[in-house]
C-alpha cells in the first residue's frame, strides 16, 4: 500500500507551517541566462526590492513589442538586480533578474532603464554598488531612461549634472530640495536631454518610451507600436522638453 497521501495529508493538517516551508525549500528555481540575439539593443531594466510594477512593465512592453516589427534594429530586453533571487515588486509580483551585476558578466547596455521603486527617495540612495553600477553604465550607454522617482537614483549617482529633468509630480518639490543644482520641469510628462530621459512615471511611462523609439525608429514605427499596445500616440500632443 502507498502510504504516500495519508503522510502529505498528516503533513498539512499538523503542521501546516512546516509543510509549507518543506514544500517552498523543494521547489528548484532554474536560472537561465536569457537569449540575447545579435545586432539588436540591448536594453536592462534596473530592479530592486519594491520597484512598482507600472514603471517596470509599460517600457518592458513598448521595447520588447519592437521584436515584431520588421526592417528596425530590435530590442533585447533583460532585468538586472543585485541578487538572483525573486524580487518582490511594491504591487506584490515576483520577479526573477535575468542577471546579477555584482557577481555576472553582463552584456553592453545600449539602454538603461530605471523604474521607480519604493525606497528611491531614501534607503535605496544609499546602495553604494547599485549607484557605481549606474554611473558606470551611463559612460557607455547609448540612452539612461527614468520613470517617476528613478530620477533620484540618476542624480544620486551624478550622471544628472547639468542635465535638465524631472520626476513623479508628487515629488517635484523633494527633488529639487534634495538635488538643488539640477534644472527641473515639472508640468510635462518626460524630458529629453542628451542620452537622458526622464518621465513622470505612472502610465507616462509609456509614452516616454514610445518616444524613444520614435527617435530610434521613426514615426511610423512608433505608431505601429502604440497600435499594438492600444494607445492613441502623437507626440505633439504630447507635453515634454526637448533640450537642444
Not at 549606474?134 to 559612460?139: D, G, L, Q, S
Not at 530640495?177 to 518626460?190: A, E, G, I, R
Not at 525608429?217 to 505608431?223: D, H, L, M, Q, S
Amino acid at each position: 500500500m502507498n502510504y504516500l497521501p495519508f503522510i502529505l495529508l498528516l503533513l498539512v493538517g499538523c503542521t501546516p507551517k512546516t509543510a509549507k516551508v518543506l514544500t517552498e525549500n523543494a521547489l528548484q528555481i532554474e536560472y537561465r541566462q536569457p537569449d540575447l540575439k545579435p545586432n539588436r539593443f540591448n536594453v536592462a531594466f534596473l530592479v530592486m526590492e519594491g520597484v512598482y510594477n507600472t514603471e517596470l512593465t509599460a517600457p518592458y512592453d513598448i521595447f520588447q513589442h519592437t521584436i515584431f516589427r520588421k526592417g528596425v534594429k530590435q530590442m533585447n530586453t533583460f532585468i538586472v538586480a543585485n541578487t538572483r533571487n525573486p524580487i518582490t515588486t511594491f504591487e506584490g509580483i515576483r520577479i526573477l533578474p535575468d542577471y546579477n551585476y555584482l557577481k555576472d558578466d553582463l552584456p553592453h547596455i545600449d539602454i538603461l532603464v530605471v523604474p521607480s521603486a519604493e525606497g528611491h527617495l531614501d534607503k535605496d540612495l544609499e546602495d553604494v554598488k547599485m549607484l557605481e553600477f549606474v554611473r558606470n553604465t551611463a559612460k557607455t550607454a547609448q540612452f539612461i531612461t527614468s520613470h517617476c522617482d528613478g530620477s533620484f537614483v540618476l542624480a544620486k549617482a551624478g550622471v544628472l549634472d547639468g542635465v535638465e529633468s524631472t520626476t513623479f509630480p508628487g515629488d517635484i518639490a523633494a527633488y529639487r530640495k534634495m538635488f538643488p543644482k539640477l534644472t527641473v520641469h515639472q508640468d510635462v510628462l518626460f524630458v529629453h536631454d542628451g542620452k537622458f530621459i526622464t518621465s513622470a512615471g505612472g502610465a507616462t511611462s509609456f509614452e516616454a518610451s514610445l518616444y524613444l523609439c520614435e527617435l530610434l525608429y521613426g514615426k511610423v514605427i512608433a505608431e505601429r507600436l502604440a497600435k499594438g499596445m492600444v494607445i492613441d500616440w502623437n507626440l505633439e500632443e504630447v507635453p515634454h522638453k526637448v533640450i537642444d
